[in-house]
């Protein structure tokens, strides 16, 4: 996650990102459904209320993927299989 990420505390939260406006335009996420909620709200209510849940497979900042090498996502894998 990018730092505006972890500062904002949602998955693509920056407001450059499209992530949250192209799931919307997809209908992903329903038009209507708690269209003026915050984004934090939006994204802890998915899984519960539609079956859609979002999970970063490393937890520290950071957005240049060439930074992380096979040993590091190898281990990120089993944390996460840790976290499921």
Same mark, same amino acid.
């Given at each position: 996650? &990018? !730092?505006?990420? =972890?500062?904002?505390?949602?998955?693509?939260?920056?407001?450059?990102?499209?992530? =949250?406006?192209?799931?919307?335009? %997809?209908?992903?996420?329903? %038009?209507? =459904?708690? !269209?003026?909620?915050?984004?934090?709200?939006?994204?802890?209510?998915?899984?519960?209320?539609?079956?859609?849940?979002? &999970?970063?497979?490393?937890?520290?900042?950071? &957005?240049?993927?060439?930074?992380?090498? !096979?040993?590091?996502?190898? !281990? =990120?894998?089993?944390?996460?299989?840790?976290?499921?």
């Amino acid at each position: 996650p &990018s !730092q505006k990420t =972890w500062e904002v505390g949602v998955a693509y939260g920056n407001p450059s990102n499209r992530f =949250w406006t192209l799931l919307r335009k %997809s209908e992903i996420l329903p %038009s209507n =459904w708690r !269209q003026d909620d915050q984004l934090w709200l939006i994204n802890n209510n998915m899984p519960l209320e539609l079956g859609i849940g979002i &999970s970063d497979i490393g937890c520290f900042p950071g &957005s240049d993927a060439a930074e992380f090498g !096979q040993d590091v996502m190898l !281990q =990120w894998r089993e944390d996460f299989y840790m976290r499921a």
